[in-house]
């Protein structure tokens, strides 16, 4: 029997929301002939840090690894002491360079989710290969990436998850998680409704889960990626998930 969905595919929100500004520190390179956004921790940290590196795996929402927010969100997690690798599974295929009339983003999200799904293993696998495997790795995903950090969670290759605003999620992933998982959520979302959250955490409750929740009033669906800074609210929400996705990371990679 197929799983019930527990957070839709993709809204209206998932191609809306504000541009930020900034300069990102990162660099471009391949992994597994993958174009991958790396950020690296400052080397004032790396020298004061002791024990094994710490890596997170970042997989982005629609917009990809290389549009300018989600490189500062990389950018922010690698200056809090982890290297960040964020994978462009989209191929170059940019989202929001599609600027032509009659573009149907919808068919090119579903034709982008199969081959975000193919490519996605052998990619995990090369940054393992080279990261080492006494590396401490987290990863934390945005809408269209949280399916990748719930398949990682249901495994021993991560020691903690977290996503925000998730799609294309279904009951078996809650069911099958074996990692702890921290969920920042918005308090209007389409793609993850009350019910919905609600009922994840039935069921992590139900199988003794280590888990977190952070939900947000006053905002919606993308708020972690693609909120309006100009809004106290929103510019809040936004930094606090990061904040809070990072502490919990620093919680797990440092036992």
């Known amino acids: 029997m197929e799983s019930a969905i ?13 541009k930020h500004s900034g300069d990102p520190v990162g660099h471009t390179v391949e992994i597994a002939n993958i174009p991958t956004y790396v950020s690296e921790p400052p080397l004032s940290i790396v020298a004061t840090h002791g024990g094994p590196k710490k890596v997170v795996l970042f997989f982005s929402d629609v917009y990809g690894p290389f549009y300018v927010n989600n490189q500062l969100l990389q950018d922010y ?5 982890f290297s960040v690798v964020g994978l462009d599974y989209f191929l170059g295929d940019r989202l929001y360079e599609h600027t032509e009339e009659g573009f149907d983003r919808w068919a090119w999200g579903h034709a982008a989710r199969a081959k975000a799904l193919e490519i996605t293993p052998r990619w995990v696998e090369e940054v393992r290969k080279q990261y080492g495997s006494d590396s401490k790795y987290c990863a934390v995903g945005y809408c269209f990436g949280a399916p990748f950090v719930m398949d990682l969670g249901a495994t021993d290759d991560i020691v903690a998850g977290a996503f925000a605003h998730p799609g294309f999620l279904t009951e078996d992933h809650f069911k099958n998680l074996k990692r702890p998982l921290l969920m ?6 389409f793609t993850f409704p009350t019910e919905f959250r609600r009922l994840a955490e039935d ?14 009033s006053g905002v919606k669906h993308g708020f972690a990626v693609r909120g309006d800074l100009e809004n106290s609210d929103g510019r809040w ?3 606090e998930s990061a ?7 620093a919680r797990f990679s440092s036992c």
């Open 77 to 81: 997690f690698a200056s809090q002491g």
């Open 6 to 18: 527990i957070a839709h595919p993709h809204c209206e929100d998932c191609f809306t929301g504000v």
């Open 203 to 216: 069921i992590l409750v139900e199988k003794k889960a280590q888990y977190q929740i952070q939900v947000f």
């Open 237 to 239: 929400a936004k930094e």
């Open 243 to 249: 904040r809070g996705i990072i502490g919990w990371f």
């Open 184 to 189: 920042s959520c918005a308090e209007s979302d």
